[in-house]
């Protein structure tokens, strides 16, 4: 049973540009979360889906948008890169919106913006 | 401003030490604390979680001790060995809603 995966591992992009991340869940999971890592800092929640819709958001621009796909796996996509996006996005799936507690988490992209 | 304190930043204990790392959170309306193990490379992965009807819990070599009067929470590892360095992180959540983060302990137990 495969967990959660992300693509692509690393990634570097310039300032002003756009990326798009995409996560996987976990088998039988349903809902995505999404986290951004700096370095040396904890996960900082960034947004969930659950049923193809933004349920909850974190502090965090409209630069940061997603999307969920019909088998639940989810896309975060940042525009106009500045180099504090630098860091370790993180995905995290769970079965049914709210029960956090079975939150499972992708290895991650790493995300370098020169 | 940040919703969980997390202390100390690092940690370096012998093999067979008990490394405790310590928690403090001010919102009273969480009601879910879950430590999570990150490895170099890797996504956090759950350790074990406490909820505050409870003032501890423990699994394996792994105890959380919690004091809902002092609001804080922590993380002992009993019997350290090496394979346990790593980087702990706390959290903590209402039921449903996001999960805030400490900043992190590394933990480094010497052979």
């Known amino acids: 049973d495969a967990g959660v995966t992300q693509s692509p591992t690393h990634l570097i992009k310039t300032r002003g540009q756009q990326v798009t991340l995409r996560c996987s869940p976990k088998?039988?999971?349903?809902?995505v979360s999404w986290y951004q890592q700096a370095l040396g800092q904890g996960p900082q929640f960034i947004f969930q889906?659950?049923?193809?819709?933004?349920?909850q958001r974190g502090n965090f621009p409209d630069r940061f948008s997603g999307h969920q796909f019909p088998n639940y796996s989810s896309e975060l996509n940042v525009n106009a890169l500045l180099l504090g996006d630098s860091a370790l996005y993180l995905c995290?799936?769970?079965?049914?919106?709210?029960?956090?507690?079975?939150?499972?988490f992708g290895p991650g992209t790493r995300l370098l913006v020169l | 401003q940040q919703q969980v304190k997390q202390s100390p930043q690092s940690l370096i204990v012998q093999k067979g030490g008990i490394p405790i790392i310590n928690c403090a959170y001010e919102?009273?309306?969480?009601?879910?604390f879950p430590w999570y193990q990150q490895f170099p490379g890797k996504g956090p992965a759950l350790l074990i979680a406490?909820?505050?009807?409870?003032s501890e819990k423990k699994e394996g070599r792994f105890t959380i001790s919690f004091n809902k009067s002092a609001k804080q929470f922590s993380l002992h590892i009993m019997d350290s060995q090496p394979g346990d360095s790593a980087t702990y992180f706390c959290?903590?959540?209402?039921?449903?809603?996001?999960?805030?983060f400490g900043t992190g302990t590394s933990l480094t137990v010497i052979p």
């Open positions: 995290a799936s769970s079965y049914g919106q709210g029960l956090q507690e079975t939150q499972y």
């Open positions: 088998s039988g999971h349903d809902t």
């Open positions: 889906y659950y049923e193809e819709e933004e349920r």
């Open positions: 919102n009273t309306a969480f009601d879910y």
């Open positions: 406490i909820r505050p009807d409870v």
């Open positions: 959290a903590a959540s209402t039921t449903g809603n996001q999960f805030y």
